[in-house]
C-alpha cells in the first residue's frame, strides 16, 4: 500500500481526490487553507485528457463555495467544500438548508475548528452545528483517521442522501504523520436528481424534514455500531470519553495511567456523531464515574451531565479540565489524576511575548501611517475594522483600528455608527474581506446616502493565510465601485507607500471632510505575495 | 546516545521542538530530521504553527519520533529531549517542555530584536548556559563559512546531529533531497554547514 507523509488538511485533500472527487470549493481560513491549497497542486499534476480531472477553485467566500459545491452535487457528481469554522456562520443558510434536499452526488463540507484561536476570533464547535443540521458528523483523531474518514464520507452522503460535516481543529490540520493511500476512484457521471426533492417551497420541505427526521433517529441508531465508535473494557472506577483527538491525548497518558492505578479506565471514543446514546448509556451505566475529554464546546458532556442528578460526570463544566482554549496531553494528564511533568524552568529573565506584526515595509503600515495623520485634530472619530493581517494595526506602534468582529463588518458597522451620528467613520478592509462581505454593506450606504469613508487595503491578495490570490485583480476593484453607484469623484485611488504620504494625507482628508459616502483605494502589492511569485 | 531516550532495544521515543522566528528556516530542518528518521524506519510526528502567528512572530514546531507511533501531536511537558532553537530567546520560551532530567537545548546566539522589550542578550545567554545540558552556536557565522548565512539552520543540524538517535549519513542525505532542485552548490553549501555544525566544540 503507498504511504505519504501528510497534515490532516492534506490528508483530507488526497482523499477526496481518491474518492472520485470533481469539484471542490474554498475560502481561505487557518486553519482550513491548506486543504484548497493541496487539491489546486494535486489538480496540476492530472493531465489533461485524464478522467481524474477536477476542479478545485477559491470562491469570493464561504457561502458562494457551498453553494457551488452544492450545483455539483445536484449535477450527481462529488463535492467537496471547505472552510474555517467561522467560514460556517458565512455558508449556514445553504449549509442548513442542504440538509434538506436530497443529496444526489456525495457532499462532503469539511470545517476546521479553532480552539485556542491560533488565528481566529472564536472557538465555537462545528460539532453543534452539524447536529443543529441534523446531518452527520465525522471527527477524526489522526492524520489517517482524516484520509479515511473523508474517503468513505462520499459514499456516506450518496447512501444517506446527506451533506457530511467532518470537523477537524487547528492541530489535526497542521500536523504531519504517515498515511496509508487508497486506490483512485473513477468520479461519478452527470445524473440529475429525480422528482422535487431540491425545490424546498413549503409543501416539500415539510415532507422533507419529517424524512430529515426520521434520517437522523436512523443515523443515531447506527452511530452504536459504526466502526469510528468504540467501546473497549476496562475498570468501573473510572470511564472515559473521547472524541477525535482527543484520543491522541488520552492514549499519550494511558501507560502512566496503567502503572499508577493498576488498569485501563473502561472507554468509549467517539468518531462519529449523532451520538451513540446506546454506547454512552452502557458506559455510564457501568462506571462509578466518567470523565468527557473533548478538544471545543463540551459537548458530549453536556449531553451527558443532563439537567436531573445522576452519576459524577467530569469535564469542562466542573473544571475538570479548562472550558477554554485548545487541549492537549498534560491537561488530560492532570484530568486523569496523573503527577504533573514538569520541565525546566527559566530563573532569571522576563520571556516577554513576540506578537505577530506587520513585516518590514508592508504596505498597511504607510496606509495606517497616512489614515492617523489625516485624522489628526478631530476630536472625535472612528475607525473600524476587519480581519486580516491588517488587524495587527490595532497593536503598537500603529494602534489605528477600533473593531474587529467578522468578515464585513467594518463597512456595515461604519455605516450604522454614521447613521446614528458618529462622525467621521472609516472603515479600514482588505480588497479579499471586501469582495467576501463587504460590498454588500456598501450598497446599503449608497441606498442611504450614508457619510462614511471606506479604506480598502487593495494588495491583491489574501495575506494572513499565505498570499491566495483574491477573487479579481486590482483592476477589477474601481469598475466594482462605480457600479455599486459610489460617486466617481470620491473614489480615489492611491498608492500606498510612504513616498506618498504628504499626498495621501491630504487626500483623506478631502474625504473626511465630504459629507457622503466615498471610498479610498491604497493599493500596493503584499510583500509575501511578491515573495511567494519569485520563488515560483 | 546522549539525550535519548533508550527504554529497551525495542522501544524508542525520542521529542524535539523547534523554535525560532518566522523566516529562519525551521520548517526546512523540521522536514530534514523527519526524513532521516523515516529512512531509519522510526514513525515519525509533526506539528506545525500557520496563520496570524506566522508574521514575525515565534515560530515553533514539534517533532516526535519513536519506533511506535507517536500519540499526541505535540510534545508532553517535561519530555522533549531536544530544544533546537534558531534564537536563544525563543529556546528558553520553550524550557518546560525539556526533560529535566535528560534534556539538550541547541541554540543560535543571535538575538532577533524585532521586539521593543528585548532582554538584556548577555543575560539571555548566562539562562542558557546555565542549563545542564547545553550548546550554544554561532550558527550565523559557521553558515557564512560555509558559503551562505541562510544555512545556519542546516548549523544547528549539524551540532543536533550529536545527539538525534539518527544515523549521520541519513541526515546527509536528507539536506541532498531537499536542497537538490535548487542546485548542486547549495546542496554543497548546507553540507559543508551540517559539517560545520557537527564538528563544532563549544
Not at chain 1, 470562491?59 to 469554522?85: D, I, P, Q, W
Not at chain 1, 494511558?254 to 472507554?267: E, T
Not at chain 2, 525520542?14 to 529562519?24: E, F, P, S, T
Request: contains cysteine; negative net charge.
Amino acid at each position: 500500500m503507498a504511504q505519504e507523509t501528510l497534515m490532516g488538511d492534506e490528508a483530507i485533500a488526497y482523499a477526496a481526490v481518491h474518492a472520485g472527487l470533481s469539484g471542490a470549493f474554498a475560502y481561505p481560513g487557518t486553519p482550513s487553507t491548506e486543504i484548497m491549497e493541496t487539491l489546486q497542486e494535486l489538480a496540476a499534476k492530472i493531465p489533461q485528457d485524464s478522467p481524474n480531472r477536477f476542479v478545485a477553485q477559491w470562491c469570493t467566500n464561504e457561502k458562494t463555495a457551498y453553494e457551488s459545491a452544492l450545483g455539483a452535487s445536484f449535477a450527481g457528481r462529488r463535492a467537496m467544500v471547505s472552510m474555517k469554522h467561522v467560514g460556517l456562520n458565512v455558508a449556514m443558510d445553504p449549509f442548513v438548508n442542504s440538509g434538506l434536499v436530497n443529496i444526489n452526488g456525495g457532499l462532503v463540507v469539511v470545517v476546521a475548528d479553532d480552539p485556542g484561536m491560533h488565528s481566529s476570533q472564536d472557538e465555537q464547535d462545528s460539532r453543534l452545528l452539524a447536529d443543529f443540521a441534523r446531518i452527520p458528523c465525522f471527527e477524526p483523531a489522526t492524520q489517517q483517521e482524516a484520509y479515511d474518514m473523508t474517503y468513505e464520507a462520499f459514499d456516506y452522503s450518496e447512501k444517506h442522501h446527506c451533506p457530511v460535516l467532518i470537523r477537524i481543529t487547528t492541530r489535526l490540520a497542521h500536523s504531519r504523520s504517515i498515511v496509508d493511500i487508497r486506490d483512485q476512484k473513477s468520479q461519478n457521471l452527470i445524473k440529475k436528481p429525480e422528482g422535487m426533492d431540491w425545490i424546498l417551497m413549503p409543501a416539500v420541505a415539510r415532507r422533507r424534514w419529517k424524512e430529515v427526521i426520521a434520517r437522523q433517529s436512523m443515523l443515531s441508531e447506527e452511530s452504536n455500531a459504526v466502526k469510528w465508535n468504540l467501546l473497549s473494557k476496562g475498570s468501573k472506577a473510572l470511564g472515559v470519553i473521547t472524541t477525535g483527538l482527543a484520543l491522541q491525548y488520552y492514549k499519550e497518558n494511558l501507560a502512566d495511567y496503567r502503572a499508577a492505578k493498576g488498569s485501563d479506565p473502561m472507554h468509549l471514543h467517539i468518531g462519529f456523531f449523532p451520538m451513540p446514546t446506546e454506547l454512552i448509556r452502557s458506559l455510564y451505566e457501568t462506571c462509578d464515574e466518567i470523565l468527557v475529554i473533548e478538544d471545543g464546546y463540551p459537548y458530549v458532556e453536556h449531553l451527558l451531565r443532563g439537567i436531573v442528578p445522576g452519576k459524577p460526570v467530569h469535564g469542562k463544566e466542573d473544571g475538570t479540565i479548562p472550558y477554554d482554549g485548545e487541549l492537549n496531553a498534560d491537561i488530560v494528564r492532570k484530568a486523569l489524576g496523573l503527577l504533573e511533568n514538569k520541565g525546566l524552568m527559566v530563573k532569571n529573565i522576563s520571556l516577554v511575548g513576540r506578537p505577530p506584526q506587520l513585516c518590514q515595509g508592508c504596505p498597511h503600515a504607510d496606509s495606517y501611517t497616512a489614515l492617523k495623520e489625516a485624522l489628526k485634530g478631530y476630536m472625535l472619530y472612528a475607525v473600524t475594522s476587519d480581519i486580516g493581517c491588517y488587524t495587527l494595526g490595532a497593536l503598537p506602534p500603529y494602534s489605528a483600528i477600533e473593531t474587529t468582529v467578522d468578515m464585513g463588518a467594518s463597512v456595515g458597522m461604519a455605516r450604522g455608527a454614521a447613521e446614528v451620528g458618529l462622525e467621521p467613520v472609516v472603515a479600514v478592509i482588505g480588497d479579499s474581506t471586501f469582495y467576501h462581505s463587504g460590498l454588500t454593506n456598501l450598497l446599503d450606504a449608497v441606498s442611504h446616502k450614508t457619510n462614511m469613508k471606506v479604506l480598502i487595503l487593495d494588495n491583491s491578495t489574501t495575506g494572513m493565510t499565505g498570499a491566495q490570490p483574491t477573487i479579481l485583480p486590482s483592476s477589477q476593484l474601481e469598475p466594482i465601485l462605480k457600479g455599486c453607484g459610489i460617486d466617481p469623484a470620491h473614489i480615489r485611488i492611491l498608492r500606498a507607500h510612504k513616498m506618498d504620504n504628504e499626498k495621501n494625507v491630504a487626500v483623506i482628508k478631502e474625504e473626511l471632510a465630504y459629507r457622503g459616502p466615498s471610498v479610498i483605494v491604497m493599493v500596493r502589492e503584499c510583500l509575501e505575495a511578491l515573495k511567494k511569485a519569485r520563488k515560483a | 546516545m546522549p539525550g535519548s531516550f533508550k527504554e529497551s532495544e525495542e522501544s524508542m521515543k525520542y521529542d524535539i521542538v523547534l523554535c525560532g522566528v518566522g523566516g529562519q528556516g525551521g520548517i526546512s530542518v523540521s522536514v530534514v530530521i523527519a526524513r532521516a528518521a523515516m529512512a531509519e524506519g522510526l514513525r515519525v510526528k509533526q506539528s506545525e504553527v500557520h496563520g496570524m502567528s506566522q508574521r514575525g512572530g515565534e515560530v515553533l514546531a514539534h517533532l516526535r519520533l519513536g519506533t511506535e507511533e507517536p500519540a499526541s501531536p505535540i510534545i508532553p511537558r517535561g519530555s522533549a529531549s531536544l530544544i533546537l532553537s534558531f534564537e536563544p530567546l525563543e529556546g528558553l520560551r520553550y524550557l518546560p517542555w525539556l526533560s529535566a532530567e535528560q534534556g539538550t537545548m541547541i541554540s543560535a546566539v543571535t538575538p532577533i530584536k524585532n521586539i521593543p522589550n528585548y532582554p538584556d542578550i548577555d543575560s539571555v545567554l548566562a539562562e542558557i548556559n546555565a542549563l545542564p545540558r547545553k550548546v550554544l552556536v554561532d550558527a550565523d557565522a559557521l553558515a557564512r563559512e560555509a558559503g551562505n548565512v541562510r544555512a545556519a539552520n542546516i548549523v544547528l543540524v549539524g551540532v543536533a546531529s550529536r545527539f538525534l538517535p539518527l544515523k549521520e549519513e541519513n541526515l546527509k542525505n536528507a539536506i541532498r533531497e531537499l536542497f537538490a532542485r535548487k542546485g548542486e552548490a547549495l546542496v554543497d553549501i548546507n553540507l559543508k554547514a551540517f559539517e560545520y555544525g557537527r564538528n563544532y566544540n563549544s
